[in-house]
C-alpha cells in the first residue's frame, strides 16, 4: 500500500479535539488522508488540527455538535469544499451520561440519543448522499463499545445506543452497498482517554485487572482498526463490528464503579 497509503483520501472524524478521535484523525492524515477533524470545543478541534498538521498531515478544524442537524450537512460540504470530495466518514463521536435507570432523566435520555445515534444517522445519510453522488464509493465507520455487547451498570442509555449503532451498520448493508459504500462499526472496550481518566483516576489499573490481556486498551489501538477497516484490505467487509477489547468480553468481569456510587450519593 505504500508509504501513505490513503494518501489523496478524505476523510471527516467527529469527536475528534482529544482520546480516540483525536488519534484516528492522527494516524489518517499521517498515513497521507486530508483530514477534516471536528469537535464541539472550537478551540480544542483548532488545537488538535494545528498539532496533527505540525505533525506533518494535513488537518482542518471544524467545531460544531453533530446533534445539530444543520452542521451535519455544513460539515459534508465543508469537506468538499476544501478537499474535492469525501471518502471516508468516522462517526466518533460520543457522550457518556452514568446513571442509575431509576434516578434517570428525560432530559439525559435525549442527549445521550441526540448525539450518540441521531448525530450518528444523520451524518452517515449526508455523507452517503454525498458518495453517491460521487459515484466512487466509500466508507463509513460508526464508534460502538462493548456496552453494547455487555451490561454495565449505570449504563443503560448509553449500551442502547451502541448497540443500535451495530444494527444501523447492519441495516444500511442493504441501501449502501450498491453505491460502493461499506458500513461498519469499531467497538473499544475499556481505553485510556483524558475523559475516562477524568471520571475515574484509576481507570487504567482498574481495567488492567480484569482485562485478560492485561491492560485496557490506548486510543492508537482502536485507531488501527478503524483504519483497517477503511483500508482496502477491508473491501470485502460490510455490516460487521470490531470490537477491541483485549479479550474482555470474552469473561465479562465487573469493574469497579464506585466513581459513579460517589457521585450518585
Known amino acids: 500500500m505504500g508509504d501513505k497509503p490513503f494518501g489523496e483520501q478524505v476523510a471527516i472524524v467527529t469527536g475528534a479535539g482529544v482520546g480516540i478521535g483525536y488519534e484516528i484523525a492522527r494516524q489518517l492524515a499521517l498515513q497521507g488522508a486530508r483530514v477534516l477533524l471536528n469537535d464541539v470545543d472550537a478551540e480544542l478541534a483548532s488545537k488538535a488540527a494545528q498539532g496533527i498538521t505540525e505533525s506533518g ?10 446533534a445539530d442537524m444543520n452542521l451535519l450537512r455544513e460539515l459534508v460540504g465543508h469537506a468538499v469544499a476544501l478537499f474535492g470530495k469525501l471518502d471516508y466518514v468516522v462517526a466518533n463521536a460520543g457522550l457518556t451520561a452514568w446513571g442509575d435507570f431509576f434516578e434517570y432523566t428525560p432530559e439525559m435520555f435525549d442527549r445521550v440519543v441526540s448525539v450518540n445515534l441521531k448525530g450518528s444517522y444523520f451524518l452517515a445519510q449526508a455523507a452517503s448522499r454525498q458518495m453517491r453522488l460521487q459515484g466512487t464509493g466509500g466508507r463509513i465507520i460508526f464508534m460502538s463499545s462493548v456496552t453494547g455487547h455487555q451490561a454495565i451498570r449505570y449504563l443503560s442509555a448509553y449500551g442502547m445506543s451502541k448497540a443500535a449503532l451495530e444494527m444501523l451498520a447492519r441495516n444500511l448493508v442493504v441501501e449502501l452497498s450498491p453505491y460502493g459504500i461499506t458500513v461498519n462499526c469499531v467497538a473499544p472496550g475499556a481505553t485510556v482517554t483524558p475523559r475516562n481518566l477524568a ?39 460490510t455490516g460487521q463490528t470490531l470490537v477491541v477489547d483485549g479479550g474482555w468480553s470474552a469473561i465479562s468481569p465487573a469493574p469497579s464503579l464506585d466513581f459513579v456510587e460517589q457521585k450518585e450519593n
Open 57 to 66: 498531515g494535513i488537518c482542518h478544524p471544524f467545531a460544531g455538535d453533530i
Open 199 to 237: 471520571d475515574d483516576p484509576n481507570y487504567e489499573m482498574v481495567w488492567g485487572k480484569i482485562t485478560p490481556t492485561g491492560r485496557p486498551a490506548f486510543p492508537f489501538d482502536i485507531a488501527q482498526a478503524v483504519l483497517f477497516l477503511l483500508s482496502p484490505a477491508a473491501s470485502q467487509i
